[in-house]
Each structure stands twice: as C-alpha cells, then as structure tokens.
C-alpha cells in the first residue's frame, strides 16, 4: 500500500480531474459488467456541469498521490447515502477504495448516524461486504432509454443496538 496518499474534501477545482477519471473507471471497469449500450448512456450523463450541480446537495472526498486525483467519493451525511466510490484502475487493491470509505464512515460516525445505505454497482458488491454491507436487495436505476441493474446494500453503525431493539419489537409482537 502506498504511504504518500491523502484523502480530502473536493474543491471545485477538481470538478475537471474527477469528471475525467469517472469516465475512464466507466470505460476501464464497470464495462466488463454491463452492456455496451448501458456504458454508453452511463457516459454521457457524466459531465462537468452535473457534477459541478451534485456539488451543491452532496459531499465529495478524493485520494490524492503526488497531487494527482487517483479516487474520489461521494455522500450525504444528511440522507444516509454513500452515492459512489470510484478508484483509478491502475491504482485498484491498494486499499485506496477502503481509505476513502473510512473517511465517509468517520462522517457518519462523527454524525450519530446509525446506517448507511448505498447502491452498489454490480462488481463493486464483493468490495462492499468486506467492509460490512449486506445486500437488500437488486434495483433498476433508470438512465435514458436503458436501465443500469445495481444492488441496495446497507451497514449498521450500531449493531448492538439494533439487536436489542430487533429483540423488543420481536417480544412486544408476540
Ligand atoms: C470497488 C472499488 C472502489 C474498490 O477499490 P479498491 O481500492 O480496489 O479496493 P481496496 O483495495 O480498498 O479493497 C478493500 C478490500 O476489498 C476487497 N475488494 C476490492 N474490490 C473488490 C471486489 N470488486 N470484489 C470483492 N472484493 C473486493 C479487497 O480485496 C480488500 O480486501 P482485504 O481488506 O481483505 O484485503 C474499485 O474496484 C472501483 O473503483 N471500481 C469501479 C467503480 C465502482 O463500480 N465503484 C462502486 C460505485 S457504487
């Protein structure tokens, strides 16, 4: 694993580099999980202008070697979501994903949050059930003409909390 990789907080100056990498971990990674007419409409809805706009309603995090954007990742805090984590294909299994996860998670943590939801991409879920997701279950998030088939998968930050409160509502129903 790399030592000399910071994560931070995006800047909009980095709206151009993030946009650019998105586009290549479309290109180079989910392409060998869905369609070629899916990659197609998946690309064109990637733009400056729509990430400059998510901007506005999310936060935006990205790992950074020598001052080069090698991941980026994207959440809200306020509606529970991790929306994405992406990860440049020459810089996969260096634990870079994980990093940038651990920071979002310190923010929900930091919050009071006790679960996180996410869609995950089809060959992202592996990834995220070693860092303690389960799947809920498969969903169709509609492009243009095509749909991209994703996986809902959710964490709990607060598991002993949640067993007893499983085990109270178990007993008050029977
Ligand atoms: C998913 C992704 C972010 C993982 O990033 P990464 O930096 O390669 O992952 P890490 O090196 O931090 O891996 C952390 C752990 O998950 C495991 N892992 C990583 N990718 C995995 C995968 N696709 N399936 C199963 N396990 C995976 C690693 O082996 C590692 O396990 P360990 O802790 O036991 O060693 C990266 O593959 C990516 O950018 N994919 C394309 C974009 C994408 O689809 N993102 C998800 C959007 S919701």
Redesign the pocket.
């Known amino acids: 694993m790399k030592n000399n990789i910071q994560i931070r907080k995006a800047k909009t100056k980095d709206i151009r580099a993030i946009t650019k990498l998105h586009k290549k971990?479309v290109s180079e990674?989910?392409s060998a999980f869905y369609s070629p007419e899916v990659i197609k409409e998946w690309l064109n809805k990637i733009s400056e202008g729509n990430v400059n706009h998510q901007f506005q309603n999310s936060v935006w995090i990205v790992a950074e070697i020598d001052s080069k954007i090698i991941g980026f990742g994207q959440y809200s805090v306020k509606d529970r979501q991790i929306y994405?984590?992406?990860?440049d294909p020459k810089?996969?299994?260096?634990?870079?994903?994980?990093r940038l996860y651990e920071y979002i998670e310190n923010g929900f943590k930091n919050n009071e949050i006790g679960k996180i939801n996410?869609?995950?991409?089809l060959?992202?879920v592996?990834?995220y059930q070693?860092l303690g997701f389960e799947i809920v279950q498969e969903i169709n998030f509609k492009l243009s003409r095509q749909s991209l088939k994703m996986i809902k998968m959710e964490k709990s930050l607060r598991k002993d909390c949640q067993v007893v409160l499983g085990r109270d509502i178990r007993k008050s129903l029977s």
């Open positions: 971990i990674v989910n994405q984590i992406n990860v810089y996969l299994n260096q634990n870079i994903g994980k996410l869609n995950s991409t060959n992202a592996g990834f070693k």
